[in-house]
């Protein structure tokens, strides 16, 4: 394996690779980086950037019999016209600061993200989008906050965390300028979704005079299910 460094894509076709690709940066401006059959893995330590605002971009699949392989971001952003295709395997954030900014498309693929960042608090922009199973795994005591709405449809799993997953609406009203709700909603019309926590405190909510965080299952007969502590 041949670890790169800084990778832009800027074509108006698609590019395919198979393997292991690894590197510190990868900006995908314009056209299409697929994987093909026999990839392993892809790994990005730094900052994965998918979409320039204007052009179609993407960071897709070509499925096989092997499926999809496991990813690695240090962050993510995806601009409007970019679309990222999660592995339906594990996808993995972690670095510090702003971990996820989503203003186009989020495809979940029925996998994992996996939230490892070590930094004193990570901040999630998810634009909205729907995730199916999010995993809190970080031990260093300080927070993630979730600062725009999203849907969970499986599990937000904090049990093999010492940190905080706090839906922060201040943070959001602060950001934004004016004051703002930031909602979770869990499940789906026909399942409930479930916050799971083994330790006291580690779900918090974080309110602003005048921006409200709103816990929600996603349909009436299926509300959201709290397991644990919290």
């Keep these: ?32 980086l697929n994987s093909y059959g026999g990839s392993t893995g892809i790994t990005i330590t730094g900052p994965l950037t998918v979409g320039n605002g204007s052009d179609a971009a993407s960071l897709g699949y070509t499925s096989d019999s092997n499926g999809f392989h496991d990813q690695s971001f240090g962050s ?53 989008a729907t995730f199916n199973n999010i995993d809190l795994d970080t031990t260093t005591g300080h927070d993630t906050k979730l600062q725009e709405d999203i849907t969970i449809l499986g599990t937000l799993d904090l049990t093999g965390a010492s940190d905080y997953w706090i839906v922060d609406a201040v943070g959001a009203s602060s950001a934004a300028g004016t004051p703002t709700d930031v909602t979770m909603t869990m499940g789906s019309s026909t399942a409930s979704g479930t916050i799971e926590s083994s330790d006291v405190r580690r779900f918090r909510l974080n309110t602003h005079s005048s921006g409200k965080c709103i816990i929600q299952g996603a349909s009436n007969l299926f509300p959201c299910n709290v397991t644990g502590q919290d």
């Design 1 to 32: 394996t041949h670890v790169l460094n800084d990778v832009i894509v800027d074509t108006n076709y698609d590019i395919p690779w198979a393997g292991f690709f690894e590197a510190a940066s990868l900006d995908i401006q314009d056209g299409n």
């Design 76 to 128: 993510v952003t995806i601009n409007s016209n970019g679309t990222l295709e999660a592995s339906n395997q594990t996808t993995t954030l972690t670095g510090t600061g702003t971990i996820l900014d989503i203003n186009g498309t989020f495809t979940h693929n029925s996998g994992k993200v996996i939230i490892t960042s070590s930094g004193d608090h990570q901040v999630l922009l998810p634009g909205g």
